[in-house]
């Protein structure tokens, strides 16, 4: 099983209505969890980490499903400049450093 | 708002050459990291730094790969001799304990060995 999986999609996605998608994750000691946006040939940025309890910014919220190891984004009414890469990142935290592990993302065209 | 800043942005060598990535991590930030995208594929982590010294490396970080502070700002990567497979967008990443260990990435240096 890979370590951070991710259907890679496309989902296409009517403006203005609200998509979902989950990322999985293998190593169950994995303390940290992000969500990423990478739009066409630049870098990673950092959309919002995922917290236990659940969080909100805006139109996204994340959720951590630590019983079956997921997390999860949903964008409600999707904009056309929502049309990205999201990529989910899992850090195993330790003395020895933080790396992330990324998913090989989700392709998300929000269209009018 | 703070950024994390790469030079250069793109780098064009041969085969065997040595190259040297050039990074700027945002300037309260402790660690430090580089990341490669071969194209199409999934962002890998390549090694992380903190305290001057390596605090973990990847597989793909072998002899070729060294990263260095040379000052109190830079942060860089040397592919020694380089490979036609170290084609590859690099990116720089950099986190603070204080923000949860959130990396933020720079616009990166895509490599081009021919």
């Known amino acids: 099983r890979k370590e951070v999986e991710q259907d890679p999609g496309p989902f296409n996605v009517p403006e203005g209505a609200t998509v979902a998608f989950n990322c999985t994750y293998s190593n169950s000691a994995s303390q940290s969890f992000f969500w990423y946006r990478q739009d066409c040939r630049k870098e990673p940025k950092l959309l919002m980490s995922v917290y236990s309890s659940g969080n909100e910014d805006g139109r996204f919220t994340a959720q951590l499903n630590r019983a079956s190891q997921y997390i999860s984004l949903l964008i409600r009414d999707s904009k056309l400049s929502d049309s990205a890469t999201y990529l989910c990142?899992?850090?195993?935290?330790?003395?020895?450093?933080?790396?992330?592990?990324f998913g090989g993302g989700t392709r998300v065209l929000v269209k009018p | 708002e703070p950024e994390v800043t790469q030079t250069p942005s793109h780098q064009v060598t041969q085969m065997g050459q040595e190259v040297i990535l050039r990074c700027v991590p945002i300037?309260?930030?402790?660690?430090f990291y580089w990341y490669r995208q071969i194209l199409g594929q999934k962002v890998e982590f390549l090694v992380s730094?903190?305290?001057?010294?390596?605090?973990?490396k990847s597989e793909i970080f072998d002899d070729q790969f060294s990263v260095e502070r040379p000052d109190g700002s830079n942060f860089t990567l040397k592919i020694r001799s380089t490979k036609l497979e170290d084609s590859a967008m690099y990116f720089c990443a950099s986190s603070d304990v204080r923000t949860s260990y959130e990396q933020y990435f720079g616009p990166g240096t895509r490599l081009t060995v021919t």
């Open positions: 300037s309260n930030h402790l660690y």
């Open positions: 730094f903190y305290n001057n010294e390596i605090s973990e």
């Open positions: 990142a899992v850090n195993s935290l330790g003395a020895a450093g933080n790396k992330l592990t």
